[in-house]
C-alpha cells in the first residue's frame, strides 16, 4: 500500500506551465504503475496520463499528448507531470494514483487504481 500527497498546482495563464509532483510513502514505488486523472467541474473524473510500474512504457490521453509529460524518480519515490501549453480546458483538480503493484501496461480507468492522493487544483485563465 501506498500514500500520495499532490503539489503543485495553482493558477497560471494559458500557454503557461506547471509541473505536478506527487510524493508516496513506501519502499515498493517501484512496483505500482502510476496515474494522474483530473476532475473539472460538473465532470467526470478522466485519466491524464500514467506510467508503468517498469517507468518503461508512459501514456497519454488524447487531450494532453504533445503538452504534459509523466516522469517518475523511483529514487525519491515521486512521480510528476510536467504540464506546458496549458489550456483553460485543463481547468481541474489533479489526482495521482497507484495501480496494483507490478501490474502490466498502464492502466486508463479510475477502478484500476487502488491508491489516491486528495487532489492538487490547477486554474487557466484565458
Known amino acids: 500500500q501506498v500514500q500520495l500527497v499532490e503539489s503543485g498546482g495553482g493558477l497560471v495563464q494559458a500557454g503557461g506551465s506547471l509541473s505536478l509532483s506527487c510524493a508516496a510513502s513506501?519502499?515498493?514505488?517501484?512496483?505500482?504503475?502510476m496515474g494522474w486523472f483530473r476532475q473539472a467541474p460538473g465532470k467526470e473524473r478522466e485519466f491524464v496520463a500514467g506510467?508503468?510500474?517498469?517507468?518503461?512504457?508512459?501514456y497519454y490521453a488524447d487531450s494532453v499528448k504533445g503538452r504534459f509529460t509523466i516522469s517518475r524518480d523511483n529514487a525519491k519515490n515521486t512521480v510528476y507531470l510536467q504540464m506546458n501549453s496549458l489550456k483553460s480546458e485543463d481547468t481541474a483538480v489533479y489526482y495521482c494514483?497507484?495501480?496494483?503493484?507490478?501490474?502490466?501496461?498502464?492502466?486508463?480507468?479510475?477502478?484500476?487504481?487502488?491508491?489516491w492522493g486528495q487532489g492538487t487544483p490547477v486554474t487557466v485563465s484565458p
Open positions: 506510467a508503468s510500474w517498469s517507468g518503461v512504457s508512459t
Open positions: 494514483a497507484a495501480a496494483p503493484p507490478y501490474r502490466v501496461g498502464v492502466p486508463t480507468t479510475s477502478s484500476e487504481y487502488d491508491y
Open positions: 513506501g519502499r515498493t514505488f517501484s512496483t505500482y504503475a
